[in-house]
């Protein structure tokens, strides 16, 4: 696979394995270019349309993914929620996409289904970007968590990565951790309940990469001092089937004050967000503190992927990163 993101252009991203390593890295570069250079690229997407079609709540990610193109000169059309759409008469995504890639230049789409983006992929004729797809991949939100380490540490590898919470729906931790394995030269400490561990998928996925390493516990207290980031998660009420269960689980771990004064003074603490209990709106004051940082980079990152699928260039980008590459 290519490292220009030039042939990213008509191709959809449903996980960020259609996407080269070096692929990413220049979507980090260009991310970086737009948020220096916003009036320059203002018009990158002009006559441009994109369609979001949420199929699941969400605020940040839909927002992020419609700022993204109006701040780049397109348009933005779509529903938010299926009681909204024909989905409720019964139309399926096939026919919702073939109808949608009629009308719009890129489309992206979030479903409570795993495997909902792909099928939506092979319906569209537009490029199709997934903006979360049930417990299964979060792509977008993983480039602005690699966006994040990038702003914090300059580099995504030999870091000892902490998850916490929900590990077994967290599709964002799912991501993540599949995108940092092929960075490679990664620790993860793998924090949960034991009703709510990573998949057997994903702890496949670190063990196929021989410079990565994985221990699981539940004690965040004991490991929090080892720590160069810790990924805070929510349980999430939506997977659950039996409500008692989420009222059992839902505060196992709090992030607060006290607990990150054993932590690095310069660990970051990310978390996609909502939050519900689990990081105390104490934490949001210390430098340490990452997850609003997140959303502006997540915003940014959508811009450049956005612009790059649908071969849009930026308005003095190469001479830039040429400079850069210079440099």
Excluded at 62 to 89: W, Y
Excluded at 101 to 125: C, F, M, Q, T
Excluded at 233 to 248: A, G
């Amino acid at each position: 696979m290519s490292g220009n993101t030039s042939t990213l252009v008509g191709h959809s991203v449903v996980t960020l394995d259609d996407l080269s390593v070096q692929q990413i890295s220049e979507l980090l570069r260009k991310a970086e270019y737009i948020d220096s250079h916003r009036k320059q690229v203002m018009h990158a997407c002009d006559g441009r349309i994109l369609a979001t079609l949420f199929y699941e709540p969400s605020t940040r990610t839909r927002l992020s993914f419609e700022t993204a193109m109006l701040r780049l000169g397109g348009s933005v059309i779509g529903f938010a929620g299926a009681q909204l759409s024909s989905v409720s008469k019964g139309e399926s995504i096939s026919d919702t996409l073939k109808t949608v890639s009629n009308y719009a230049d890129v489309v992206s789409i979030r479903h409570p289904k795993e495997g909902a983006a792909l099928v939506a992929s092979r319906a569209a004729n537009v490029p199709v970007i997934n903006a979360g797809d049930g417990g299964h991949m979060h792509p977008t939100q993983t480039l602005a968590d690699l966006a994040t380490l990038t702003s914090r540490f300059g580099r995504v590898t030999d870091l000892t990565v902490g998850l916490c919470g929900d590990l077994t729906f967290g599709r964002t931790v799912h991501s993540l951790i599949s995108t940092l394995c092929r960075f490679g030269n990664v620790r993860f400490v793998l924090i949960s309940p034991e009703e709510l561990k990573t998949p057997q998928y994903v702890l496949d996925r670190i063990n196929d990469t021989p410079s990565c390493s994985y221990v699981q516990t539940r004690d965040l207290a004991g490991v929090i001092g080892d720590l160069d980031v810790l990924y805070m998660t929510r349980v999430q009420k939506e997977r659950f089937f039996n409500e008692d269960d989420y009222l059992r689980l839902r505060d196992t771990y709090i992030l607060d004050e006290g607990k990150l004064r054993f932590a690095k003074p310069d660990m970051a603490v990310l978390h996609p967000l909502p939050r519900v209990n689990e990081i105390a709106v104490e934490v949001d004051d210390d430098p340490r503190a990452a997850y609003f940082e997140q959303v502006k980079n997540g915003m940014l990152m959508r811009m450049a992927l956005e612009s790059s699928v649908l071969g849009d260039e930026l308005p003095g980008y190469d001479a830039w990163a040429g400079k850069e590459v210079a440099a």
